[in-house]
């Protein structure tokens, strides 16, 4: 009933790709390269529409190529939205975009509620309620927009389905999930969600105007574009993917390999979190499962869409996807220059 | 043909409202560009009529909706509709639609008195309104009017989300024409009601289409480079020169960046032309109104007259006159009579001619003018840089704001059951208004076999909003200098604390005589800025009275629906004058229910009173002390354990109390 968007209908969804079943037998480099080439498409559809937010756009497809959830915050009207939309589109899986507001209702994210009865015994009837699966239960995309307005329990229910990816005992379809917010501060009517909930968002973004970041030279491309004669103000992004390419690579990313020297670094850098930086549970969120096991994830995922089946130290610099919202604010501008350092130091 | 219906449309509006020719104007350009208008204003100023005269003024389907405190989303969107199918085996399936009504269904909508409504409760317009889709609806919305009395202490009202705000395109502020001292507008008004009944049943209506083909003719409008130039190096000198920042300002790339050219181009439009030119860039001022801080607002004509004039001007000019000489033209063609109209557009062309001979003439005189501006745009720079050296200057102080912060909070309880909250946790059902709010599978087998168990609904919470806080503060001679600069760092901070909690806020200087700061002739404000910038101008003089200022601010705390009422109460020094004990306002205070937090500022002891205010009154008590590196450190004050100290607080029922190290 709340499906909102669905792959346009009599398209032809899988295109067969020009390497269908003989794509895992090719030689996997090449395999890498093909992978590389079709997310930068993906990244060209959405230029398509968007100036500038680079960090968004990569962060978007790496989230997608390493199947984890996505967590965007910023203020309004700085393409959030519209960016999670189009790569949704582009990407062309089964999507279901769902506007959170005060009132959701958990049936609006997983579908109807189904009662049935039966006599039970001598006088008693047996109630078994369930779920006709819908909404989040079946998509393999979804963008959960303003997740941080909807705060009763219905985001709770979503939040264990997300984290899971399984509802009841069945498992989802879902690959990955989109999350945009403002920023939970009293003047939006919102309230932050809780840092396991945070948690479970791998790739975390903090999104912000081109006005307010003084890139005048995008400005001017945005106001070009949008006010130009030809422009035409639907966003009709090309659905360009489809579900095999995404097999494909997440197939392929389990074969790109991690050299020791990149887990060193790894290491390395977490120890002056902890040692130097005094990062702890109090002002940040470094979970074994975030920093050690989806992180390696993510980093494969940034060698792949490089095209290379092989992590490179400079790979590390993919970790600056992952802690906008899980350490301090100023640790979090400083990452580039720790991670070169890092690099440095292992190369040493 | 376009300019005939906007004449049309324009003539309805002036015909039942007479004078607020902006608003009517930003209207216009709403219905245009199909963007959202917000309009707030006094009551009684026509906001409405006029909104609803534009919504009418087409055959389109209008819709009006009256927001309350308790709107739910289905008012907004239209009825739920609990649909209960039995499956192929046997089970029943309940589903829950909604048969669309409201917003989903209009053309125009009229949103009346947005703020009365929970800001909770309009989240569900944020895609309504921007993407014009709810769920799997496609919404046929053009324009959204929303209207809002202003937001202050008189109404209950709650400011704007600012995503929700930002989805207004165009914003206004009306007055009356009283209120503006416009007497001619206002003996036209009587006349007009003298007898006459207003009835917005007869306009005429012009042709759906026409507002929909004027919204197509919008993307043919030429946006040339050079009005791109002057406005990017507008946006850039907003930012860059007057201080514009995200904690200050709402200007969001979706709004700066494309719509805001497509409004430059609405106006051209609506001026019969098809190139845009600066002198268009003057639509901003429909456009910034909420956005920018409001000393930026008064002078944006000011301001944009730089970039209007921009140096191109020979060239500019040979294309306007050939425009104007075109539009002329036009405007012969449809002859149609409506005087209105006409006076309008040649008004504008003289105001433009003026600004525009204004610049070739008076460039050298121009240039002066500007400089203050720029003087002041740095000086409106210097309060943010001061501000954010405070931590600086004061040790500590986020510790003290913690601390009162606490206090702010800590009402009768975090929330409040609210008909228009969040749904938080589940509760029985007491009525059967209730109803709605029920689990929809838990209601479906009570209503099968009723039983005196009624189904669970949704326990609605609100967070405390509002609340309201007097800051008192010292300025007798010992405060002159550094102390000054402190305390007024302090109270920066302090009303920063305040406004993130929306509690409104009012400021009381004292020494000898306490002086309130009234705004607009209210005591209390949520203006905030206005606060920190008073506070960051103090001349020091004169003797200290407690009693003064205590009273003035009870007398203003008193009354009113509000529980949460504060007094932040700073100074160094002891009472030199009047009771030095204010015995009648720390019983009146605690009878008020009022927390007076004192902070006390200096080296010397701490007058026991202020202890003795704190703890009759549950507030909390700090202090100041210089670190000896330029800086000042605060914390909390302790009590001593009892000593004998006589001298202080004799002769009444405090006899027993100390004096305290601070």
Not at chain 1, 218 to 236: G, H, M, P, R
Not at chain 2, 64 to 74: I, K
Request: net charge negative; with cysteine; charged share 25%.
């Amino acid at each position: 009933m709340a499906r909102v968007s669905l792959p346009p209908s009599g398209a032809p969804r899988p295109i067969d790709p020009p390497h269908d079943q003989e794509v895992s037998f090719l030689d996997t480099q090449t395999n890498a390269q093909t992978i590389a080439r079709q997310f930068a498409d993906l990244q060209g559809e959405m230029n398509r529409y968007v100036v500038g937010h680079e960090v968004v756009k990569r962060g978007l497809i790496l989230g997608l190529v390493a199947r984890e959830h996505i967590y965007i915050e910023g203020p309004p009207g700085m393409a959030k939205t519209m960016l999670a939309e189009i790569v949704s589109t582009a990407a062309n899986l089964n999507f279901y975009l769902y506007q959170f507001h005060r009132d959701t209702r958990l049936a609006e994210l997983v579908g109807d509620i189904v009662i049935e009865r039966q006599p039970e015994g001598e006088s008693g009837e047996l109630i078994i309620q369930s779920i006709r699966k819908g909404g989040v239960l079946t998509a393999e995309l979804c963008v959960l927009d303003d997740i941080s307005r909807s705060p009763g329990e219905a985001l709770n229910v979503l939040l264990r389905i997300l984290n899971e990816r399984q509802f009841q005992t069945e498992k989802i379809p879902l690959l990955t999930a989109i999350a945009t917010s403002n920023p939970t501060v009293d003047d939006y009517y919102n309230e932050p969600l809780d840092p396991a909930n945070l948690d479970r968002f791998t790739i975390q973004l903090r999104s912000s105007g081109l006005i307010q970041e003084n890139k005048w030279s995008d400005v001017q491309k945005v106001i070009d574009l949008y006010s130009s004669q030809t422009f035409s103000e639907e966003i009709t992004p090309e659905p360009i993917l489809n579900r095999a390419v995404f097999d494909n690579a997440y197939e392929v990313l389990h074969k790109v390999v991690v050299p020791d020297i990149v887990k060193r670094a790894l290491v390395d850098l977490l120890t002056r979190f902890v040692n130097q930086f005094k990062l702890d549970s109090t002002n940040s969120l470094i979970t074994d499962r975030s920093f050690l096991v989806k992180t390696i994830k993510v980093l494969k995922a940034h060698a792949l869409l490089e095209g290379r089946m092989q992590v490179m130290p400079q790979d590390l610099h993919a970790l600056t996807f992952l802690t906008a919202f899980r350490v301090p604010e100023e640790i979090d501008r400083n990452m580039p220059n720790l991670i070169a350092e890092t690099i440095q130091r292992v190369g040493e | 043909m376009l300019q005939h219906t906007f004449q049309t449309i324009r003539g309805q509006m002036d015909a039942f409202v007479i004078g607020q020719a902006p608003v009517k104007e930003a209207l216009m350009l709403g219905l245009i560009a199909h963007e959202h208008i917000y309009l707030q204003g006094e009551p009684g100023c026509a906001k409405t009529l006029l909104a609803e005269v534009a919504g009418n003024s087409a055959e389109l389907t209008f819709q009006f909706a009256q927001l309350h405190r308790d709107t739910r989303v289905n008012e907004l969107v239209g009825d739920i509709v609990l649909r209960r199918t039995l499956n192929g085996r046997g089970a029943e399936v309940i589903s829950q639609g909604i048969r669309p009504g409201g917003l989903l269904t209009a053309d125009v909508a009229l949103l009346d008195d947005i703020t009365r409504a929970p800001g909770e409760a309009l989240s569900v317009l944020l895609r309504v309104l921007n993407e014009r889709q709810y769920l799997h609806y496609r919404l046929p919305l053009m324009t959204a009017i929303a209207t809002t009395n202003p937001i202050g202490s008189d109404y209950y009202n709650e400011p704007l989300d600012p995503a929700n705000l930002d989805r207004f395109t165009l914003q206004m502020k009306t007055a009356g024409s009283v209120g503006q001292g416009c007497w001619d507008e206002a003996r036209q008004i009587m006349d007009r009601y003298d007898g006459a009944a207003a009835d917005v049943g007869e306009v005429t209506k012009v042709p759906a289409g026409t507002l929909r083909a004027a919204r197509e003719e919008l993307r043919t409008v030429v946006f040339p480079p050079r009005v791109r130039k002057a406005y990017q190096d507008f946006l850039d000198a907003l930012i860059n020169r007057y201080g514009c920042t995200p904690k200050n300002s709402l200007l969001t790339d979706r709004t700066m960046l494309i719509k805001v050219p497509r409004m430059i181009k609405a106006l051209a439009l609506l001026e019969g032309r098809h190139t845009t030119e600066p002198g268009d860039l003057r639509v901003l001022k429909y456009i910034l109104t909420f956005r920018v801080p409001e000393h930026i607002y008064e002078n944006l004509e000011e301001i944009l007259k730089e970039f209007i004039d921009q140096p191109e001007q020979g060239e500019g000019e040979a294309d306007e006159s050939e425009q104007m000489s075109g539009m002329q033209g036009q405007e012969d063609d449809e002859a149609d009579g409506e005087g209105m109209e006409d006076e309008q557009t040649s008004s504008g062309d003289e105001q433009m001619a003026e600004e525009i001979a204004d610049a070739l003439e008076a460039e050298g005189e121009d240039m002066e003018k500007r400089k203050p501006m720029q003087q002041q745009a740095s000086g409106s720079q210097d309060t943010p840089r001061f501000q954010q050296n405070t931590p600086q200057h004061v040790e500590n102080v986020d510790f003290v704001l913690e601390k009162i912060r606490g206090r702010l909070e800590r009402n009768p309880a975090e929330s409040d059951s609210h008909p228009g909250g969040s749904p938080r946790t589940f509760k029985r059902m007491n009525t059967f208004e209730e109803f709605v709010d029920t689990d929809p599978a838990e209601s479906a087998i009570w209503l099968d076999s009723t039983h005196p168990t009624l189904p669970r609904s949704f326990r609605r919470q609100k967070k405390h909003m509002g609340g309201k806080v007097v800051i008192i503060r010292d300025v007798s001679q010992s405060m002159e200098g550094r102390y000054a600069r402190w305390t007024s760092s302090v109270v920066t901070n302090l009303v920063d604390l305040v406004r993130r909690k929306r509690m409104r806020i009012g400021y009381i200087e004292f020494n000898h005589v306490s002086r309130k700061y009234d705004h607009d002739g209210r005591f209390f404000t949520r203006d905030y800025d206005k606060i920190i910038e008073k506070a960051s101008n103090v001349s020091c003089s004169g003797v200290t009275n407690y009693q003064y200022p205590l009273r003035d601010a009870l007398n203003e705390l008193r009354g009113g629906r509000v529980k949460n009422k504060h007094i932040l109460f700073l100074t160094d020094g002891e009472p030199t004058q009047g009771d030095w004990l204010v015995r009648e306002e720390r019983r009146q205070a605690k009878s008020m229910g009022v927390a007076i937090h004192t902070i006390f500022i200096g080296t010397t002891e701490c007058p026991e009173i202020l202890d003795i205010l704190s703890e009759e009154t549950e507030g909390t008590q700090f202090l100041a002390t210089p670190d000896g590196q330029g800086g000042l450190s605060m914390g909390e004050r302790i009590r001593r354990q009892p000593a004998d100290s006589p001298g202080h607080g004799g002769g009444n029922g405090d006899a027993g109390r100390t004096r305290h190290r601070f």
